[in-house]
């Protein structure tokens, strides 16, 4: 059965450094994974996504995660914060011919002025 | 609009009442997701739509949750004899076709209060 964890309910860095949001799956199979970022009152848009191309993938607005098999993760990263990526972010796995996708519990991001 | 349409975007209702909540998904996509997400929570997986297939019913908390779609359009989610537990955002997701790099694309959500 596939799951995910997300390791820190709650992050806080000042503006400028270097975000660090962590992510750990458990799958049977090769996984395909993805990082979702959430405003408050709207929906989940996607940032990234793992589908074994690359391990290192980039996304949207300077956000990149590693794919590291041997340590089951793929920690999302930013070097320089800015005060809009406040926002909760949720790693979310996917394995075998099914479609269904199991989301980690989130990760609440607050950047400092 | 070329996003996921879910309405009403909000909804108060009174314990014991019925609410239908609406889910109109991006034209094409043949898969529709359904999730709860309480306060401070993570999403709760309810049901899973793939096309004319049956659907994935695995994540309903009760009977009194029930969904349907009419072929590869607008998908209502019934809660019968609401209760305050119940009280959550309710997204409505949908896929383009099947395949596991396939992202998803949320609507903002139905916020549901039950009083």
């Known amino acids: 059965a596939q799951s995910v964890t997300q390791l820190g309910s709650h992050v806080s860095v000042s503006e400028g450094a270097l975000v660090l949001l962590r992510c750990n799956y458990s799958s049977s199979v090769p996984p395909y994974l993805f990082w979702y970022v959430q405003y408050p009152n709207k929906g989940l848009q996607l940032l990234l996504k793992y589908t074994s191309a690359a391990t290192l993938v980039k996304g949207i607005n300077g956000f990149e995660a590693e794919f590291k098999k041997s340590e089951t993760s793929f920690h999302l990263t930013k070097p320089s914060a800015h005060m809009s990526d406040a926002a909760e972010y949720f790693c979310a796995v996917r394995e075998g011919g099914y479609q269904k996708v199991t989301f980690g519990t989130g990760t609440k991001l607050q950047v400092i002025p | 609009g070329a996003g996921v349409s879910q309405s009403p975007s909000n909804k108060v209702t009174e314990k014991g009442k019925d609410v239908e909540l609406r889910c109109d998904p991006i034209?094409?996509?043949?898969?529709l997701y359904w999730y709860r997400q309480r306060l401070g929570q993570g999403l709760e997986f309810l049901i899973y739509f793939q096309g004319n297939s049956a659907p994935d019913k695995s994540g309903l908390p009760s009977d009194r949750f029930s969904a349907e779609r009419t072929g590869e359009s607008v998908s209502t989610l019934t809660i019968q004899r609401t209760q305050q537990e119940d009280s959550a955002v309710y997204l409505c997701?949908?896929?383009?076709?099947?395949?596991?790099?396939?992202?998803?694309?949320f609507g903002d959500g139905t916020r549901l209060s039950i009083l």
């Open positions: 997701a949908s896929s383009p076709a099947r395949g596991r790099d396939q992202p998803q694309h």
């Open positions: 034209s094409g996509h043949t898969a």
